[in-house]
């Protein structure tokens, strides 16, 4: 079982509200992956971190979408100014490594922009 | 572009059958295929994977099928149990996708086993 923890489970925002989601990684992993799955299950790769640096981001992730993961405290996610399409189950996953390992997903922050 | 697909989209066995899902995959350098399986209201659980070194690998009832020359790789599900009914989902990562890493998914077969 999955030991990623993310808050909150639920969050419902309105159009141009900002919206924070956090995630804590499972011990010992250094490597955080943030992911979106749209209704339709389709899944867009947003950030991911190795320790404090990003990785990897795209051009979503660069514009409307913050995201940091300071030592010694949860990792974050911030849609600056939410859209009704941003309505989706966000995904934090963690890895024990760098490069293609296993990862493992946490509970997920459903987001409902009204 | 689609790097990932996954086939069929959906997909129904009675229970102690096999049930098998196909992904196929373009990028050769990936080098690391996950299948992960997802319940309603759940998120998505890791099931098995394998790497291009291996053309198969086991686990209980799971097993992959991997064919590198093709690009293709399978999950059987041997022994279908109803509480097997789920959305299954194939990954795949590797160099391509630079130092992140970050997983490539399916589509998605969304699993029914009847009892």
């Known amino acids: 079982n999955s030991k990623v923890i993310q808050t909150p489970r639920y969050l419902v925002k309105g159009q141009g509200q900002k919206a924070k989601m956090r995630c804590i990684p499972e011990?010992?992993?250094?490597?955080v992956f943030w992911y979106q799955q749209n209704k339709n299950n389709e899944f867009k790769f947003l950030i991911n971190f190795q320790n404090q640096e990003v990785l990897q981001q795209i051009d979503m992730t660069e514009k409307r979408f913050s995201a940091e993961c300071p030592s010694n405290s949860p990792c974050s996610l911030e849609i600056q100014s939410s859209e009704a399409g941003d309505s989706a189950l966000y995904l934090c996953?963690?890895?024990?490594?760098?490069?293609?390992?296993?990862?493992?997903f946490g509970p997920g922050t459903r987001l409902t922009v009204l | 572009q689609q790097q990932v697909r996954q086939s069929p989209q959906s997909l129904t066995v009675w229970e102690g059958e096999t049930a098998i899902l196909n992904c196929s995959y373009e990028?050769?350098?990936?080098?690391?295929f996950p299948w992960y399986h997802q319940f309603p209201g759940e998120s998505p659980a890791l099931l098995i994977a394998?790497?291009?070194?291996?053309n198969k690998k086991e686990d209980g009832r799971f097993t992959i099928f991997f064919n590198k020359r093709e690009k293709k790789f399978s999950l059987h599900i041997a022994d279908s149990q109803p509480g097997d009914s789920a959305t299954y989902f194939c990954a795949a990562s590797g160099a391509s996708n630079n130092a992140g890493a970050k997983l490539t998914f399916g589509g998605g077969t969304r699993l029914t086993v009847r009892p």
């Open positions: 394998i790497r291009p070194v291996s």
């Open positions: 990028d050769s350098t990936f080098d690391y």
């Open positions: 996953a963690s890895s024990p490594q760098g490069g293609a390992y296993e990862q493992y």
């Open positions: 011990k010992g992993h250094p490597v």
